[in-house]
């Protein structure tokens, strides 16, 4: 996994670098009025968190900085419906492993020099210029242990995708800029999967919902990494259960499955509890993390490629007029590199595209 260049906390006056732990075990204590400075070198979509011991910290605020001032970043939320009770609901509390994801931000993160204005007005522990956001703790308790980036584009770069068309590097000046090769990234990045019915990147999902099935169920978005919470409808609320192949249910990543070991008393077919709560539409509540890891994964550099392709043929073909690529004593026309380029995608994202069979315990799709 790719880890932050900077990770800085700012207490009672004071840095501490946790730079060189962040990934391998920080033991970090939140408590009241910290602040978490997390320096990277592209735009973030969120922060995986990994705890040692949970609590319930909801009272936090996300900001980015935009190059002039620190703007608040609007965390993921959920729409929760439990019988006539219609609310939504902050995404991630620190009440266990999990992602603060925000997706796509409101404001513009900005290229930013440390120093000592900034981001506090006291020497930093390195003067590195990145793209800063940080997390301002209101009520503390939980103890983080690691901590790792969620990237905005994560299938490849913009400069990757400049060496690939055989043009300098894109920035703000250049036409395209850069934010615009972000987002087309991004967009292809959301097509792959789409069309590929598997990701990845690292994503978290929150109150999907699930028929129950004896025989296991098959989370939506694969592939799943793990389950954080999982709750059965008990008539009046979703109780959440325990976790682990000796309590209530547990994850085969391998599989993809969620299974359930409830004692065979509540799954039955007469049971009162089974046909009357179990057995309703939607009586499985869970939030989970999927994708693969893209650092590692055995196919990332096929999806690398794919995406390039891609993007590439979009900006060629919608940007003809700025002359991103020009066409010389070339082979092929540039409408047919076009052509060839998305083609090649097509045919190398189909092998790549998962089937899932329909049937007993197994899913659909």
């Not at 409101?106 to 793209?131: C, G, N, V």
């Not at 790792?148 to 995708?161: H, I, L």
């Amino acid at each position: 996994m790719k880890t932050f260049p900077n990770v800085w906390l700012y207490r009672a006056g004071a840095y501490t670098d946790l730079s060189a732990t962040a990934f391998t075990g920080a033991a970090l204590t939140l408590t009241a009025s910290d602040k978490l400075y997390f320096g990277v070198d592209d735009w973030l979509s969120g922060i995986l968190f990994f705890m040692t011991t949970v609590g319930s910290v909801s009272d936090y605020v996300v900001e980015v900085y935009d190059g002039d001032t620190w703007r608040p970043i609007l965390a993921q939320s959920i729409f929760e419906n439990q019988m006539t009770t219609f609310e939504w609901a902050r995404g991630w509390e620190f009440q266990s492993d999990g992602m603060l994801y925000w997706g796509k931000s409101q404001h513009r993160p900005e290229l930013t020099k440390a120093s000592t204005a900034f981001p506090e007005a006291i020497t930093p522990p390195a003067t590195d210029t990145r793209f800063w956001y940080r997390i301002r703790i209101v009520t503390g308790g939980p103890v983080v242990d690691k901590i790792f980036p969620v990237m905005y584009n994560v299938y490849t770069t913009p400069s990757e995708v400049a060496e690939f068309l055989g043009v300098p590097d894109f920035d703000d000046t250049t036409s395209p800029s850069i934010d615009l090769i972000r987002k087309n990234i991004r967009d292809q990045e959301d097509f792959i999967d789409s069309y590929s019915r598997k990701s990845w990147r690292m994503r978290y999902q929150m109150a999907e919902t699930n028929n129950f099935n004896p025989y296991g169920l098959r989370p939506r978005h694969q592939p799943p990494l793990f389950v954080t919470r999982l709750g059965l409808w008990n008539g009046s609320g979703f109780e959440v259960l325990d976790y682990g192949r000796g309590q209530n249910y547990y994850l085969d990543v391998h599989a993809g499955m969620i299974y359930l070991t409830l004692p065979s008393w509540r799954l039955r077919f007469y049971s009162w509890l089974l046909s009357r709560y179990i057995r309703q539409p939607g009586s499985l509540v869970y939030d989970y993390l999927c994708g693969a890891d893209f650092e590692t994964d055995d196919q990332a550099e096929e999806v690398a490629g794919i995406a390039k392709r891609l993007v590439g043929a979009d900006l060629v073909r919608n940007n003809d007029e700025t002359g991103i690529f020009r066409g010389g004593l070339d082979v092929m026309s540039k409408s047919e590199k076009v052509q060839s380029w998305k083609e090649e995608a097509m045919d190398r994202l189909e092998a790549l595209r998962s089937v899932y069979l329909t049937g007993l315990g197994s899913g659909a799709w």
